[in-house]
């Protein structure tokens, strides 16, 4: 069974940086796109950044040269490198990966990590 499990939220002053993870547990399956949203109370789920197997990068404007995405495929890991956090970036942040298994491919979520960032 695949697993998808976040870590590295939690609290931090404006201005300061996290590094969250984004495991994935399991064995017979290919990774393609790993990718990180954020959702805060009362608004859409919005997607953050992306990096696909081959390396390629997406950032949400809100992000952009504040957060890095990377990933480790040796340990299966991604990561999301927040600098410069902002009352705004205050949200849940959940891993979205890709996940091919023979030929079927399908995506799984996280079960989420709070970030919370005080002004």
């Known amino acids: 069974q695949v697993q998808v499990v976040e870590s590295g939220g939690g609290l931090v002053q404006a201005g300061g940086s996290l590094r969250l993870s984004c495991a994935v547990s399991?064995?017979?399956?290919?990774?393609?796109?790993m990718a990180w949203y954020r959702q805060a109370a009362g608004k859409q789920r919005e997607l953050v950044a992306q990096?696909?197997?081959?390396?390629?990068?997406y950032y949400a404007d809100s992000v952009k040269g504040r957060f890095t995405i990377s990933r480790d495929n040796a340990e299966n890991t991604a990561y999301l490198q927040m600098n410069n956090l902002k009352p705004d970036d205050a949200s849940v942040y959940h891993c979205?990966?890709?996940?091919?298994?023979?030929?079927?491919?399908?995506?799984?979520w996280g079960q989420g990590t709070q970030v919370t960032v005080s002004s």
């Open positions: 979205n990966v890709e996940i091919q298994v023979v030929t079927l491919k399908y995506t799984i």
């Open positions: 399991g064995s017979g399956f290919n990774i393609h796109t």
């Open positions: 990096i696909t197997s081959s390396a390629g990068t």
